[in-house]
């Protein structure tokens, strides 16, 4: 009898325990308006880490995500970040806590005015649109950022971007038992992405937007699809003669999940890999800036 409530209890328990492994297929797609010189710049400045493969990675407290060249660990509890740069063997730790001030101190003084007397607007709603993504029935989610910078000499200088993100409905994972080990909130907290400090205006009013566009969501997305349009860019094409819609995305990024298990993480994946040498943060946020040689 004690054997058999022993059992029971790890059945019971183990769930809530088990750890995750999550890839998604990336890719990234440029408008076929822009002329070639712009599109190849483009594409050697963001093709390469965009169209790599994410991977994400949870075993208790710890989460690994390797996403556009640079690879992040999450401890909770240590409250720590480890942003990894494989490119050029070098990483920086840091506390969580500490998260907005060291972003703050990477923002120079003259861009942050700019950013702060940008016009900046956040949407989320249900779209009512279903899809069958990866087994699972999925919900569409439409969350629009639209950005507007002041320019003294004309128009203002306007960006939106689109995501479409289509999460599992609910129930799902009674058949994917694996999407239970999924807390956004939970890792949202690690990363210090909820009460940042240290931030400028549109910065706070930008995460303050996310979090809340998170929160409505929820879940763990199966495909996100995000454009970037830049309406004064394809207005400045066709003027000069090119065959873009009016309202055609500049760039497009598609993550859609390719495996989901709850098979054990091995401790090698929160290593710091030989060899590495540890930079503070904004040293190694200024290796990872592309050289205008890089991208002629």
């Not at 022993?6 to 769930?15: S, T, W």
């Not at 990866?134 to 950005?147: H, N, P, R, S």
């Not at 400045?236 to 500049?250: I, K, N, T």
Request: hydrophobic letters at 40%; charged letters at 20%.
């Amino acid at each position: 009898m004690r054997l058999r409530l022993i059992v029971i209890a790890l059945f019971v328990c183990c769930p809530a325990f088990a750890d995750l492994t999550v890839r998604y297929k990336c890719s990234v797609q440029t408008s076929k308006s822009l002329p070639a010189a712009v599109s190849d710049a483009v594409s050697k400045q963001l093709g390469m880490a965009l169209n790599t493969d994410r991977e994400l990675r949870i075993q208790g407290d710890r989460l690994y995500s390797n996403m556009s060249g640079m690879v992040t660990i999450m401890d909770r509890a240590k409250k720590q970040i480890t942003l990894i740069h494989p490119t050029t063997k070098r990483y920086a730790t840091f506390e969580s806590d500490d998260f907005g001030g060291q972003l703050s101190n990477l923002v120079p003084p003259a861009a942050r005015q700019m950013m702060d007397a940008m016009q900046f607007d956040v949407t989320t709603k249900k779209t009512g649109r279903s899809a069958v993504i990866a087994e699972m029935q999925a919900e569409e989610f439409l969350l629009t950022v639209k950005m507007e910078m002041p320019n003294p000499g004309g128009a203002a200088l306007g960006m939106r971007l689109e995501t479409h993100s289509w999460i599992p409905v609910q129930g799902t994972s009674e058949r994917f038992p694996a999407l239970k080990q999924w807390d956004a909130d939970k890792w949202a907290a690690v990363s210090g992405m909820d009460g940042l400090q240290g931030l400028g205006a549109i910065q706070q009013k930008m995460m303050t937007a996310m979090t809340d566009a998170r929160k409505q969501m929820g879940g763990l997305s199966v495909k996100t699809e995000t454009s970037v349009f830049v309406p004064m860019l394809a207005q400045l094409m066709q003027s000069q003669g090119a065959s873009a819609p009016p309202d055609e995305p500049l760039l497009t990024m598609v993550m859609t999940l390719d495996h989901i298990d709850a098979d054990p993480v091995p401790d090698s994946a929160f290593a710091i890999p030989q060899g590495y040498q540890e930079v503070p943060l904004s040293e190694l946020m200024q290796s990872m800036i592309p050289k205008p040689t890089d991208i002629h």
